[in-house]
């Protein structure tokens, strides 16, 4: 355990300490920040400080845009006892405190329940390594999903391991799966469907006795409520969205650019003729504003029309696959990397800023690179296949992350294309490293049972 401590004392180390790490602000801050009272136009900069740092706030209005992340950023604005932080200010800290508390709390929770240490160092080694960490120090979305599925990652792999299916370990599971399904899945395009997820995986976990399975029914329905509330808060919530946008990325700096024929995808998708000449890429790129014609005949666009033609054609699921390998074998220090605030400062530079990250290249890139991936994912499936045919019980960690490794390769690309492939994609990679742990520790409790 003291490698857990270590671990989880170094990210709070690197977080809440000077100059402050985190990501760097595309002007997306701006929809967590305005709901929680923080003005995203009046930060208090730091000379030569990585990242903004510090901010004025004032008057909250979380229903005007309710999300689970302005809601954490609304709750950080009372840490200011942490740093020392002036009334009506907030230190980006504050937010990363917040997000390493509730880290810290459910890797503790899952040790009181027994855990093994060793799953816990190597989940927790994964957390905090600062592709994930350093959006805790941020207003994206991101940490909502990290500690998301960390918490239902841990809480499968608990219950596996208990001699019992009492509802003293049910649950509490449920508990951490309810909030955890409502902060990752009402807070971003690419992660509504992990309420959806999480409970195919809880009921593939499987419950034995009748006391057992009535608060599974309980613990369901709240699942069911929250997977709903997320993708309705998403398509027809109040808040911010630019869907106009998403559905022209999907489809022009997406599918147009996979497929292995035009003109079939026109007439399918319903495209007239004066804008199939549109440019194959970003919207802003292609001058397309928000006003443009091309987004009444997108208006409509259905994803599974989109997974129809990707799946009809080859050539489409190659190149697809191709881009997505691509950007999983490029290791980097941060998907969006990092931004310095000097007048000489020519755009975002990624830094490299620890070791372990230049340590675990060669490893990670043994499933990240072509075809590791994909010979991970298939034989996880095979692996909970097999479980399924023969004890009719298969493991609640490993449904969970394949469900939701899978999904977000699906969900990234059909939600916006290629464009930005590569932070859609940090959730898909995360799974991924989770999937790798949990399939270890899976064959290690077999081989020692």
């Not at 239902?152 to 951490?176: D, Q």
Request: proline residues 4%.
């Amino acid at each position: 355990m003291a490698t857990v401590f270590i671990l989880l004392a170094w990210a709070g180390w690197a977080l809440l300490s000077r100059p402050v790490v985190g990501v760097a602000d595309i002007l997306d801050f701006w929809r967590v920040m305005r709901p929680a009272g923080i003005e995203h136009n009046t930060p208090l900069e730091y000379p030569g400080y990585f990242v903004r740092a510090d901010f004025v706030t004032g008057d909250a209005d979380l229903l005007s845009a309710p999300s689970s992340s302005a809601a954490m950023a609304w709750a950080a604005r009372s840490c200011r006892w942490a740093f020392g932080t002036e009334p009506g200010n907030l230190d980006l800290r504050q937010m990363g405190l917040v997000w390493w508390l509730l880290l810290v709390f459910t890797v503790w929770l899952s040790g009181a329940f027994r855990a093994p240490w060793w799953l816990l160092a190597a989940i927790t080694f994964i957390a905090v390594d600062p592709g994930y960490l350093l959006f805790f120090n941020s207003f994206y979305a991101d940490a909502a999903m990290i500690t998301g599925l960390v918490a239902a990652t841990l809480w499968f792999e608990v219950r596996s391991r208990a001699n019992t299916h009492s509802p003293l370990t049910l649950l509490p599971a449920g508990a951490v799966l309810w909030l955890m399904a409502l902060t990752a899945g009402a807070s971003k395009m690419q992660y509504v469907l992990f309420a959806w997820i999480t409970i195919c995986a809880f009921a593939a976990s499987g419950v034995g006795r009748r006391s057992a399975r009535r608060s599974m029914l309980v613990i369901m329905v709240g699942l069911l409520v929250l997977g709903a509330g997320s993708v309705w808060l998403f398509f027809d919530g109040p808040g911010p969205r630019f869907l106009a946008f998403n559905n022209y990325h999907a489809v022009f700096g997406g599918l147009l650019k996979a497929t292995s024929d035009d003109q079939h995808a026109f007439q399918t998708l319903r495209i007239s003729e004066p804008h199939r000449d549109l440019a194959r890429t970003d919207a802003w790129s292609a001058g397309v504003g928000p006003k443009h014609p091309v987004h009444d005949e997108l208006k409509d666009l259905s994803r599974l029309t989109l997974l129809r033609l990707y799946l009809t054609d080859p050539g489409a699921l190659i190149r697809t696959t191709q881009e997505i390998t691509g950007i999983l074998a490029r290791i980097e220090s941060h998907p969006r990397g990092t931004m310095e605030r000097r007048e000489t400062d020519h755009g975002p530079h990624k830094r490299v800023f620890t070791v372990w990250w230049q340590h675990s290249r060669t490893f990670r890139r043994t499933y990240t690179a072509w075809p590791g991936f994909w010979l991970i994912l298939t034989g996880a499936a095979a692996w909970i296949l097999r479980d399924l045919i023969r004890t009719r019980r298969a493991s609640g960690s490993m449904v969970l992350l394949w469900m939701w490794t899978t999904s977000q390769f699906g969900v990234a690309v059909l939600g916006e294309g290629f464009v930005n492939l590569h932070q859609h994609l940090v959730g898909a990679r995360l799974g991924l490293d989770l999937l790798v742990v949990v399939m270890m520790a899976e064959y290690l409790r077999r081989r020692t049972s």
